[in-house]
């Protein structure tokens, strides 16, 4: 039980698209991530997706919706089942919540991000 500074596991990768858990919550894992561009649209079954924007500013797409963008300080949830695609004109920092063992692309045509610990 010690605090966990996100910006020293941020500087510690370069790398996008490339969550890494940082602590475990219940049965979930606390992540964080840097992005620029834009992942697949896809969706989870089984799970929502919590995006909490760090720093920078990201675009959420929704299928059949307009798109929401979420800058920093503010969280985006989507619920599951529903189509998503979130992008980044440039670099964000992103603390993600998912259940533990949850691929983070969904059903995209993706090879999931191995999450490691750091």
Avoid: C
């Avoid at 998503?84 to 992103?94: D, G, L």
């Amino acid at each position: 039980m010690l605090p966990i500074n996100l910006a020293d596991k941020l500087a510690k990768f370069s790398t996008h698209w490339d969550p890494h858990v940082v602590a475990d919550y219940n049965e979930n894992e606390i992540m964080v991530v840097k992005f620029q561009g834009e992942f697949p649209f896809h969706q989870h079954e089984n799970t929502d997706d919590f995006f909490y924007v760090l720093e920078g500013e990201m675009i959420m797409d929704i299928e059949g919706q307009p798109s929401q963008t979420v800058t920093t300080g503010e969280l985006f949830v989507v619920p599951k089942g529903v189509v998503h695609r979130p992008r980044a004109e440039n670099e964000v920092k992103v603390l993600l919540i998912e259940p533990r063992g949850e691929p983070n692309s969904g059903d995209a045509q993706r090879q999931p991000a191995p999450k490691p610990r750091i």
